[in-house]
């Protein structure tokens, strides 16, 4: 498996602020994702981030809207930018572990909540 | 495109009762499935796996069965207990889409003692 850890793991904050949210993971991982909860829904991603390579946005994300830093193998960010009351749901990073075999995982951090008024 | 249907909730038992989570799912190539449960306030844990056809994964008294002829896999458990209230997510990965993983709706199972 693997353990990740998320700061902060909640967040009130203000509309047109930005929000920068850590993922931190006990091993070096190549593959890291970003994903959106909003309330009562399931998971959405939004990016994929590998180190070494600009981070890949799925459709209706946006890079200036959703920054992301992968500075090295076991660390991320992602920023939610200019934020807006639509901007409030849960927000998780993964992990994939053994990438390419059978055993090939996702592991999840305990999620970012995020609250904009 | 891939895609993942699981039954909706909520899902309201009495404690010992059997647990049925129905998943079905849409796939180009060989995916693998899973099952993750999101207990209240708290993120995505992994409960179960399976990588290929007729795997059974299990975990905590839960299991599922890889049917590729049904294209389904099923979340079961025989008695349930009021700490497995939580909502559960029944996903797949596709190694030919990025090793993205697509996520059913989620059901949230509610179970009273």
């Known amino acids: 498996s693997a353990v990740i850890s998320q700061k902060p793991s909640r967040d009130i904050c203000q509309r047109g602020t930005s929000l920068t949210i850590q993922c931190q993971v006990d091993?070096?991982?190549?593959?890291m994702f970003w994903y959106r909860q909003q309330p009562g829904q399931s998971l959405t991603l939004i990016a994929t981030a590998n180190q070494g390579s600009e981070a890949t946005y799925e459709s209706g994300f946006v890079i200036d809207k959703f920054p992301i830093s992968r500075p090295n193998l076991t660390f991320s960010t992602l920023t939610v930018s200019n934020m807006s009351p639509e901007d409030s749901s849960i927000y998780l990073c993964?992990?994939?572990?053994?990438?390419?075999?059978?055993?090939?995982?996702?592991?999840f951090g305990p999620g970012t909540r995020l609250l904009v008024l | 495109g891939n895609s993942v249907t699981q039954m909706e909730g909520p899902v309201t038992l009495s404690e010992e009762a059997f647990l049925t989570i129905n998943c079905t799912y849409t796939a180009t190539g060989y995916p693998s499935l899973f099952w993750y449960v999101q207990y209240p306030g708290e993120g995505l844990q992994l409960l179960l796996k399976a990588t290929k056809a007729d795997d059974k994964g299990s975990n905590k008294g839960f299991e599922a069965t890889y049917r590729k002829e049904t294209t389904s896999f099923h979340l079961e458990k025989g008695s349930v207990q009021v700490s497995d209230s939580a909502v559960y997510f029944c996903a797949l990965s596709d190694r030919n889409a990025g090793n993205m993983l697509t996520f059913g709706g989620g059901t949230r199972l509610m179970v009273k003692p």
């Open positions: 091993s070096q991982v190549t593959m």
């Open positions: 993964s992990v994939l572990r053994n990438p390419g075999s059978n055993q090939e995982t996702q592991y």
